[in-house]
Structure formats: structure tokens, C-alpha cells
């Protein structure tokens, strides 16, 4: 029994010493995200006003929405169908992020208990967002933070989703595939200054 327990002794103090290296040196494995901190601060220095940039990521804390954008040059429906099985799509003609107009990003909503691609499951939830609750959008530079102003379902005859230019706005959309009509929720937000 002495042996056992020099053995797990020694094994103990093997481990500690080299967990602590391993940080040291900054080489432990992550936790598998890359989650920029939707605490940041609106840093309007670091980009310059009316330099346009693409989205990248959108995180929701209060729904636990964490997820890709991808940006697609293309409006045609299969390439936006395409797009949409990686994660969010931001519209190409819509507004990028740091410019007045409205930044419009859809994705997929599904309730299904077993999906095969996470992807169908990118904007579940978001009709739980309230009004003045906070949205990041991310580009490759900067957070930009909307708070939200509306949460709405849009009916199935519903076509036109407005995008006002004044400001800069923030519309979410759900979506089953990009060219067929079907109920979904939208969710609009404003720059939070």
C-alpha cells in the first residue's frame, strides 16, 4: 500500500508542476471557443468613422446566440442557402457594421431535439430577446453593441422587412431556407451610444 501511495503522490506533483509550465508558457487548450468578451467597450478609435466593416460573429448572452457570420458576395438564393448551413449570413446588399443603414443578418431557427448541423439551431431563441437587451456584432477589428428596440413575428405574405439609413440599425432574421415564405421572427436593434 505504501508503494500506491508514493506512486499517486509522486503523479500528483508531476501534474501540478506541469499544468503550471504548460500555463506558463501559455499552452494549455482553450475551452474551445473564441468568443471575443461582449464586455469590451465600444472603442470608436480604433476604426474610424465611415470605414465600413464586414460582421464576423454575433453573441447574445441573454439567449446564449454565439455564432459565425459568414458574408457571401452573392444574393442569389442557393448561395445564401449555402451560407446559411456554416451559421449566420450577412445580406450583401445590407448595410456593413460602422455605417449609417441597417446590418441584416439571418440564419436558421429549429426546434428539432436532434439536428445533425448545429447551423439549423444558429438563431434559435432570438424571439426571447427583450426590448434594450444588448446584441455584439463583431467584425475582424471591433464589438460593436445594438440594443434592442423590437421583437416581432413577420407573417408568411409579409415581404418587405424596412431598413432605415438614418442610423445604424441591427435587423435579425430567422429563417427555414433563404427562397421559401414561411412565418419567422424578426428582431431590430439600434447602436447603443
Not at 456554416?86 to 439571418?106: C, D, I, Q, R, W
Not at 437587451?133 to 422587412?161: G, L, M, P, Q, W
Request: aromatic share 10%; with cysteine.
Amino acid at each position: 500500500m505504501t508503494r500506491f501511495w508514493s506512486f499517486f503522490a509522486t503523479f500528483c506533483i508531476l501534474f501540478v508542476i506541469t499544468v503550471a509550465f504548460m500555463a506558463y508558457v501559455d499552452a494549455l487548450p482553450d475551452n474551445g471557443t473564441d468568443t471575443p468578451s461582449v464586455n469590451t467597450p465600444l472603442d470608436i478609435q480604433t476604426v474610424p468613422p465611415g470605414v465600413a466593416e464586414a460582421p464576423t460573429r454575433i453573441v447574445a448572452k441573454d439567449i446564449k446566440l454565439d455564432v459565425a457570420i459568414s458574408n457571401p458576395d452573392s444574393s442569389d438564393a442557393d448561395v445564401l442557402d449555402a451560407a446559411l448551413l456554416k451559421g449566420g449570413v450577412h445580406y450583401p446588399s445590407s448595410a456593413n457594421l460602422n455605417e449609417n443603414g441597417t446590418v441584416l443578418l439571418f440564419g436558421h431557427s429549429s426546434y428539432l431535439p436532434i439536428v445533425h448541423n448545429q447551423n439549423y439551431k444558429a438563431f434559435d431563441g432570438i424571439q426571447n430577446l427583450k426590448t434594450g437587451e444588448i446584441i455584439s456584432v463583431f467584425s475582424a477589428t471591433k464589438e460593436y453593441r445594438y440594443a434592442v428596440t423590437e421583437v416581432r413575428v413577420a407573417n408568411a405574405e409579409e415581404d418587405v422587412v424596412e431598413l432605415p439609413s438614418d442610423k445604424q440599425y441591427l435587423t435579425l432574421i430567422t429563417c427555414d431556407s433563404f427562397a421559401t415564405k414561411s412565418d419567422r421572427y424578426v428582431v431590430t436593434a439600434v447602436l447603443a451610444q
